[in-house]
């Protein structure tokens, strides 16, 4: 639907950019991934890399997205 489009139109804006992300939890999808959120409130998916924990705030380079959050990854 509409609103559908037009949240992955928006969150493809942020490909290539670099966040900073609060860890919260792992990712609902898979146990190898985290699950935070930026300075928007924007949910974002990326690789665990053995050190950081929920609580922890990393940079985050997206590398893509879907209507409702951004993957990338640690940097």
């Known amino acids: 639907d509409q609103q559908n489009r037009i949240s992955k139109e928006k969150n493809t804006t942020f490909i290539g950019q670099t966040f900073r992300?609060?860890?919260?939890?792992d990712s609902k999808r898979?146990?190898?991934?985290?699950?935070?959120r930026n300075d928007a409130n924007i949910v974002c998916i990326f690789?665990?890399?053995?050190?950081?924990?929920?609580?922890?705030?990393v940079n985050v380079f997206i590398e893509?997205?879907?209507?409702a959050s951004l993957i990338g990854k640690i940097l």
Do not use: C, H, M
């Open 47 to 57: 690789p665990k890399n053995g050190v950081a924990k929920p609580g922890d705030y």
């Open 64 to 67: 893509r997205s879907t209507q």
């Open 21 to 25: 992300v609060l860890i919260e939890a």
């Open 30 to 36: 898979s146990a190898e991934d985290w699950r935070g």
